[in-house]
């Protein structure tokens, strides 16, 4: 059986949530910022947080090509305002857009949720990554995508 390349990419989700679990938090009981460490696969490698940078990030998401569905998922070890991971994509040219952001949430309450957000700005798809690996930050998904749904097909 051969999964559709957004299927695929779907499926890549739902396991790294459930692979990240919902566990953990931000701070630690006395209010300090625990530190927070991440992992980086793409479709041909994987990077420990040491190996992280702002260049490494540029350069994965430059070389993202339209012969195959390229993609990239940065997962930090506890989850960061419940979100357990957040990646970028290139489907193949035929989709007609270039790059397509996902950010994943587990809570026990509302249990697996998934955002997506397709754009052809490549600083967009950068930042969106610099943002949550440096600060910590989860971009604003009011205007994203609520692709859940295709995670409990």
């Known amino acids: 059986m051969r999964l559709k390349p957004q299927m695929l990419f779907v499926v890549i989700s739902v396991a790294l949530i459930f692979l990240a679990g919902c566990e953990g938090g931000d701070n630690t009981e006395d209010g300090t910022q625990e530190q927070i460490t991440y992992s980086i696969r793409t479709n041909f490698d994987e ?76 600083d967009i798809a950068l930042q969106c990554i610099i943002d949550y690996w440096q600060d910590q930050k989860i971009p604003d998904v009011a205007t994203w995508e609520d692709v859940t749904w295709e995670m409990k097909q």
């Open 47 to 122: 990077y420990s947080n040491d190996e992280l940078d702002e260049l490494l990030f540029d350069e994965i998401i430059s070389s993202f090509s339209p012969e195959f569905w390229d993609f990239m998922v940065l997962s930090p070890d506890i989850p960061i305002q419940d979100s357990t991971f957040i990646q970028v994509g290139a489907p193949q040219e035929s989709v007609g857009f270039v790059y397509t952001i996902e950010i994943g949430f587990e809570t026990k309450e509302d249990g697996l949720t998934l955002y997506r957000l397709y754009t052809d700005d490549h």
